[in-house]
């Protein structure tokens, strides 16, 4: 079973078309993990477009004042600012990505060789006995990939999807994409490093992801569920992921 975290960015870039407090980023955590979510992630970006520094807190006191068994992942690039944020809020995941400041949306994973030093000495900073890192991760980064990311001190890589997300409905490119996931995420597991995956999943990619590539610990996915909550409602929209994820 693959556990669902969901990434409530696109519920805050909704609220902050006004200078209004709903959609409420606090209550639509309620509703998901009421449901059976597992954990809550955000991304929050230097220009604060969606998630806010204030949401990071509101989140963090609502997980441990009602949630305590809730995971909060906090993703981002490890920027000053960024780190002191986690010192602050003390999240049980934080998944470092390689994004610049003014990136649309992440659209890859580390060089785990050429910034290999860097992201030791992060990950030696940010590493707590009840703190998991996770290191955003190319689909083909292979055996060689992995064992880079290992080096560095991380407790996990996350799969980055978003390529796979883009082809999953032309067969031929799916299944290409599907096995450099299928191969990096093995290789992660044989040498002891967990596997998480996210960006651009949607209830029609996740069968065959699923399928493919076994041993997914945790999927943050955010955009496809904000999506089919217009459609289904929250609540239905988690449950139907949820779901989704279970057969692994
Ligand atoms: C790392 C990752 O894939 C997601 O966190 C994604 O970057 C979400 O960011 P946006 O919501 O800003 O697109
Ligand atoms: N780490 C990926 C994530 O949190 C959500 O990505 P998306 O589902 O919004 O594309």
């Known amino acids: 079973m693959t556990l669902l975290s969901v990434n409530l960015n696109a519920v805050a870039q909704l609220r ?3 200078d209004l407090p709903w959609p409420s980023v606090t209550g639509l955590a309620r509703v998901v993990l009421d449901v059976g979510a597992s954990g809550i992630t955000v991304h929050p970006r230097p220009d604060e477009r969606h998630i806010r520094r ?3 807190y509101d989140l963090s006191a609502l997980l441990r004042s009602d ?3 809730a995971e909060f992942n906090i993703e981002g690039y490890p920027s000053e600012d960024f780190l002191g944020l986690i010192e602050e809020v003390n999240p049980q995941q934080v998944t470092l990505v390689p994004d610049d400041p003014n990136q649309a949306t992440s659209d890859h994973g580390w060089d785990f060789a050429g910034k290999g030093n860097f992201l030791t000495s992060v990950v030696q900073l940010l590493k707590r006995p009840d703190r998991r890192i996770s ?3 190319d689909p083909d980064a292979g055996e060689s990939g992995v064992l880079a990311a ?4 991380a407790d996990r890589i996350e799969l980055f999807t978003g390529p796979y997300g883009a082809c999953y409905d032309d067969p031929k490119r799916a299944s290409e994409e599907l096995a450099k996931l299928a191969k990096t995420c093995s290789a992660a597991m044989a040498i002891g490093l967990g596997v998480n995956a996210g960006h651009d999943l949607t209830l029609e990619n996740l069968p065959a992801f699923q399928h493919a590539v076994k041993g997914v610990a945790e999927a943050s996915i955010g955009h496809g569920i904000t999506a089919d909550a217009l459609i289904f409602g929250f ?4 449950r139907l992921y949820i779901a989704a994820l279970a057969d692994n």
């Open 16 to 18: 902050n078309r006004r």
């Open 54 to 56: 204030a949401d990071v």
């Open 67 to 69: 949630y305590p068994d």
């Open 135 to 137: 290191l955003f991760c």
């Open 150 to 153: 290992k080096a560095t001190g």
């Open 235 to 238: 609540k239905e929209a988690t």
